[in-house]
C-alpha cells in the first residue's frame, strides 16, 4: 500500500511540475528542465527583481521627504514592505522549492516558506484594505478625516493588520500543512482550515473594499454632478469623472484578477 502510494504521489508531481523529479525519497531539480520550466523560472525571477525595486523606491521616498510623513503614507509604506518581503522571501523560495512540490513532500523549508507565503499575502491584502478605509474617510468625510485617520489610528490599523496576518499564517501551517500525521480526517481539517484562513485573509478584505469602493465612487459621481450643475466647466468635469471611474474600475479589477485564482487554488488543492 506505502509503495503504491509512493509511485502515485511521484507521478502526480512529475506530470504536475516539470521542474522537480522524484526518487520516491525526495524531489530534486530535474537535471534536463522542460522550456516551461526555464519560462517560469525566469518568470519568477523578473517579477521577484520588478517587486524589489519598485517597493524599495516607494520606501526609501516616504522615509527621506518629510512631506511624505503624513498617515496616509504610513499605510503605503507598510504595504510597500509587505510586498518587498514578498518579493525577497516568497518568490525565491518559491523558485528553489515550488508549492506543488512541497504539497506531496513537506519539511522545514516548506512549511517556513508557506508561512512567509500566507503572512505576507495576507498582510498585504489587509494593508490594502486599510487604504481603502482611508480613501472613504477622505473623501465622504472629509470634515472628520484628520481626527479620525490620525497618526495613533493609522498606527493601530498597521499593527493590527500584520498581528491578523501572523496569526493566520501561523494557524493555516500548524492546522493544515501537517499532513504527516494524517489520519481518516486529513482532508478535513485541510479543507477547514484553508477555507478559513481564505475567508479570513481575502473574501472579508474584497467585500470591505467593493463596499467602500463603491460608496467612495457614488459620493464622487454625486459630487461631481453638483459641480456640473453650478459651473460651465461641466465638460471637464465629466472626463475627470469617467478618468476616475476607469482608474477603480482598473485597479480592482486587476487585484481581483491576480489574487482570486490563488486563493480559489489553495482551497481547492487539497481536493486534488
Not at 94 to 113: D, H, I, P
Not at 128 to 133: A, D, M, P, Q, V
Request: charged share 10%; aromatic share 12%; glycine share 4%.
Amino acid at each position: 500500500m506505502d509503495q503504491e502510494l509512493t509511485v502515485s504521489s511521484s507521478s502526480v508531481v512529475s506530470a504536475i511540475h516539470p521542474c522537480y523529479e522524484s526518487n520516491n525519497e525526495s524531489y530534486t531539480f530535474t537535471s534536463n528542465p522542460s522550456i516551461t520550466c526555464v519560462l517560469l523560472y525566469l518568470f519568477l525571477g523578473s517579477l521577484s527583481v520588478v517587486t524589489i525595486c519598485g517597493n524599495l523606491l516607494v520606501i526609501i521616498s516616504i522615509i527621506y521627504f518629510k512631506q511624505l510623513h503624513i498617515p496616509t503614507n504610513y499605510l503605503i509604506l507598510s504595504l510597500a514592505v509587505a510586498d518587498l518581503l514578498v518579493g525577497v522571501l516568497v518568490f525565491p523560495s518559491s523558485m528553489a522549492f515550488t508549492v506543488t512540490s512541497c504539497w506531496y513532500y513537506e519539511g522545514l523549508f516548506c512549511k517556513v516558506r508557506g508561512c512567509f507565503d500566507v503572512t505576507l499575502s495576507t498582510a498585504s491584502i489587509l494593508n490594502l484594505c486599510c487604504i481603502s478605509i482611508d480613501r472613504y474617510y477622505a473623501v465622504c468625510q472629509p470634515l472628520t478625516y484628520k481626527s479620525k485617520m490620525s497618526s495613533r489610528v493609522v498606527a493601530v490599523m498597521i499593527l493590527v493588520s500584520w498581528g491578523d496576518a501572523a496569526l493566520i499564517g501561523i494557524g493555516v501551517i500548524v492546522a493544515g500543512f501537517n499532513q504527516g500525521k494524517c489520519e481518516d480526517s486529513c482532508l478535513m481539517d485541510a479543507l477547514i482550515s484553508t477555507t478559513l484562513a481564505c475567508i479570513f485573509s481575502f473574501y472579508i478584505p474584497v467585500i470591505i473594499m467593493l463596499s467602500i469602493y463603491l460608496k467612495i465612487f457614488l459620493v464622487a459621481q454625486k459630487q461631481a454632478n453638483s459641480i456640473q450643475s453650478t459651473t460651465k466647466s461641466g465638460a471637464a468635469v465629466s472626463r475627470m469623472e469617467r478618468k476616475a471611474t476607469k482608474t477603480l474600475a482598473i485597479v480592482m479589477g486587476v487585484f481581483l484578477l491576480c489574487w482570486t485564482p490563488y486563493f480559489l487554488c489553495i482551497i481547492f488543492q487539497p481536493l486534488t
